[in-house]
């Protein structure tokens, strides 16, 4: 069974940063692309990055593009997400995926998430 935990949200200022991490089990996590995804209150699901398997390709929305960066350590079943320069409309719950743009939405299976503020 997928098991997704996401950790690292938190209160940030515009501008400011943050590092969220995914801690993956269940599933042989190497074999699979991951993505991160977001939902802002009263929006839907808004894809936001993925990377696959041996993080040689990488995609991002052009909402966060130069922003953020995501990142994986296969050693550790880890995915990561550096978001840099945040904005207000950043705020929103952020989930990890397994997931990879040219599979079916909304993705199958996802964390609890975790929730980003970013205001003054």
């Known amino acids: 069974e997928v098991h997704l935990v996401e950790s690292g949200g938190g209160l940030v200022q515009p501008g400011g940063s943050l590092r969220l991490s995914c801690a993956a089990s269940?599933?042989?996590?190497?074999?699979?692309?991951m993505s991160w995804v977001r939902q802002a209150p009263g929006k839907g699901l808004e894809w936001v990055s993925s990377?696959?398997?041996?993080?040689?390709?990488?995609r991002y929305a052009d909402s966060v593009k130069g922003r953020f960066t995501i990142s994986r350590d296969n050693a550790k079943n880890k995915l990561y997400v550096q978001m840099n320069s945040l904005k207000p409309e950043d705020t929103a719950v952020y989930y990890c995926?397994?997931?990879?743009?040219?599979?079916?939405?909304?993705?199958?299976?996802r964390g609890q998430g975790t929730q980003v503020t970013v205001s003054s």
């Open positions: 995926a397994v997931w990879w743009p040219d599979s079916a939405w909304p993705p199958a299976d």
């Open positions: 990377i696959n398997t041996d993080s040689s390709s990488i």
């Open positions: 269940g599933f042989t996590f190497h074999n699979y692309a």
